[in-house]
């Protein structure tokens, strides 16, 4: 027994090594990659956009500047999974202010790639990797280009843009590079390219939501356009569909021109269509469970507080408090991130993946300390030879201090000597 014991407690260990070891090196970035017809014949342009905030890289001070390097690696696969593109990109930060290398101005790195592929599905996959942290991460979006020379008329992927603006006759837009529009909660742009092969004319441009059975949850009126020959740019507001769920496709169709409001299948000339999401957000982190946010709190929030949250008439004023809760302990509120809400449920997060033992890792005694100290300095561990109780020295600056053992075994780790509840969670740079 007490063999299988060490085995088991072995085993658990390396579990929680390799959770560890995942967590820290996944670098969290944004993709979207849209479908454009090509200037060369026969074949349509992939437009792949990534967007990597600041905070995700680790800069290193050199030359009294803070730099940091990251590599972009695309490859591109057919339908038969054979590879068919690939390029890889090197970037170069330079920030001169630590502050704004910490991602204190909300500050990101932008790129993109085209790529010019023939009519086809495809895979495309981006791994990125943070030469200074060794960190990587890697996201896929599947795709299908159209011969486009085949069509009358046709419509190119779409872009979804949160605000659009003309300026001197030029549009001035700026893309929203993620599938979930949940935080956009006056709605968005879808943008698209159309491709008319023959003369001027008028057509119409309805919008059209469905669920994952194609069933239409909500569509728009119709919005009549002159499309001139050649390629125009377009698009069409959308109103933010939270209560669609969490994923739903999103179509842009195109119809013969008409003074009846009632839509006909034999009417539509071309359409296009992606899939897209809309969970509730905040500051970009996704909040499923409301009520289980709320709980979070306990580390920061005192009870009174966490009552006062809790006590909202409905979801809506429950939600409109937390966020206040949260946009008073943001340390810098003229920026749209706010840090200290990230960091605490970073924290949260990764005790939960990390430290869960008989209950959440939030609620455990070492997911407790980790998420209001952050991670120890250092950490010492030992075992009492003669009773088998395993100990953890969690030590902190200032001589801080916590003990924790284990005497099931199985990692059940509690604290010897608890901390004050007037300790709460503090956000430092």
Do not use: C
């Amino acid at each position: 027994m007490k063999f299988k014991r060490i085995y088991l407690l072995f085993t658990f260990l390396l579990i929680s090594i390799f959770n560890l070891k995942s967590e820290e090196n996944t670098l969290s970035f944004h993709l979207d990659a849209i479908v454009f017809k090509s200037d060369t014949i026969g074949k349509g342009r992939i437009d792949i956009y990534t967007v990597l905030p600041y905070q995700n890289l680790e800069f290193q001070f050199l030359n009294n500047k803070y730099i940091a390097k990251y590599t972009i690696y695309l490859n591109i696969y057919d339908k038969d999974n054979q590879k068919v593109s690939e390029k890889t990109v090197t970037k170069f930060i330079q920030e001169k202010d630590y502050f704004e290398s910490q991602g204190g101005s909300g500050n990101f790195d932008y790129s993109t790639i085209q790529v010019h592929l023939p009519q086809g599905n495809y895979k495309v996959k981006i791994r990125i990797a943070d030469e200074n942290s060794k960190n990587e991460g890697e996201r896929t979006r599947q795709l299908n280009i159209l011969d486009y020379q085949s069509f009358p008329l046709s419509i190119s992927g779409l872009m979804i843009l949160s605000s659009i603006e003309e300026l001197n006759g030029r549009y001035k837009i700026t893309p929203h590079l993620s599938d979930n529009v949940g935080s956009l909660t006056e709605g968005y742009f879808a943008f698209f390219e159309v491709y008319n092969l023959n003369e001027p004319k008028v057509l119409d441009f309805i919008y059209e939501v469905t669920d994952s059975e194609d069933k239409q949850i909500t569509s728009g009126n119709r919005v009549s356009k002159t499309i001139p020959k050649g390629k125009s740019q377009q698009f069409l507001k959308v109103p933010n569909i939270n209560k669609a769920g969490a994923s739903y496709n999103l179509k842009i169709i195109a119809l013969k021109s008409s003074s009846d409001s009632v839509f006909r299948e034999n009417d539509i000339v071309a359409m296009s269509q992606r899939l897209m999401k809309s969970i509730l957000t905040v500051n970009g982190i996704v909040r499923k469970d409301l009520d289980m946010a709320i709980r979070q709190l306990r580390y920061v929030a005192s009870s009174k507080e966490q009552n006062y949250i809790e006590e909202g008439k409905n979801e809506d004023e429950k939600q409109l408090r937390f966020d206040q809760f949260w946009k008073n302990l943001d340390p810098t509120p003229n920026t749209d991130r706010n840090e200290a809400f990230d960091d605490y449920f970073k924290r949260v997060n990764y005790v939960n993946k990390n430290m869960r033992s008989y209950s959440d890792g939030w609620m455990t005694d070492k997911g407790s300390v980790y998420i209001v100290f952050g991670p120890p300095n250092n950490i010492e561990s030992s075992i009492n030879s003669s009773t088998g109780v395993r100990y953890e020295r969690w030590l902190y600056a200032n001589s801080k201090e916590y003990i924790f053992s284990d005497n099931s075994g199985f990692g059940d780790f509690r604290l010897i000597r608890p901390f004050a509840v007037t300790e709460k969670y503090s956000y430092r740079k």
